[in-house]
């Protein structure tokens, strides 16, 4: 099983070979974390995204990272949380996997970190978000597996999921 390390930080300044954010579907900067990301990276990463555009919800892309400690950037759509339903937490893991299946394409990754993908303005409940994000995440094949977060909440949050799975 994969260890996951929970990291309170800003993951702008991950040395992660990888890292995975939630991003709109036009791939466009947008605000919070995807906005700090490419402001981090450089104008280039919008540029490099963008032809992939539009994604469905649930899928996702690499990039480099361009002015990121970072090698690569993954892109992936994750679904609003709205009623809670079976099928918008499938879609919440499949961003997940998507993520993660996508580190097979690049040879020199051994890391990979993400951020708690949808408890912002896509309002997953914390607890809900967490057994999802962590119920993928820990199926990671890379050495180095992290989730950076912005809090103690959720960093307690997102270790007693790991506990419980």
């Not at 991003?23 to 104008?43: D, E, R, T, W, Y």
Request: hydrophobic fraction near 45%.
């Amino acid at each position: 099983m994969t260890k996951l390390r929970i990291l309170i930080g800003d993951i702008t300044q991950s040395d992660a070979d990888i890292i995975v954010f939630s991003a709109h579907p036009s791939l466009l900067a947008g605000s919070g974390v995807s906005g700090a990301i490419h402001k981090a990276a450089g104008k280039e990463l919008e540029t490099a995204a963008k032809k992939f555009a539009p994604l469905k919800v649930g899928e996702a892309i690499i990039t480099p990272a361009f002015e990121l400690k970072s090698k690569y950037v993954i892109h992936t759509v994750c679904p609003r949380y709205i009623y809670g339903t079976d099928q918008e937490k499938e879609f919440l893991a499949r961003a997940y996997r998507s993520a993660l299946n996508l580190h097979e394409t690049v040879a020199d990754a051994d890391s990979i970190a993400f951020i708690s993908m949808g408890t912002g303005i896509y309002r997953w409940p914390l607890i809900e978000a967490s057994k999802i994000a962590v119920g993928c995440i820990l199926g990671s094949k890379l050495p180095q597996t992290m989730m950076y977060v912005t809090d103690k909440l959720t960093k307690d949050v997102y270790e007693n999921a790991i506990l419980s799975a």
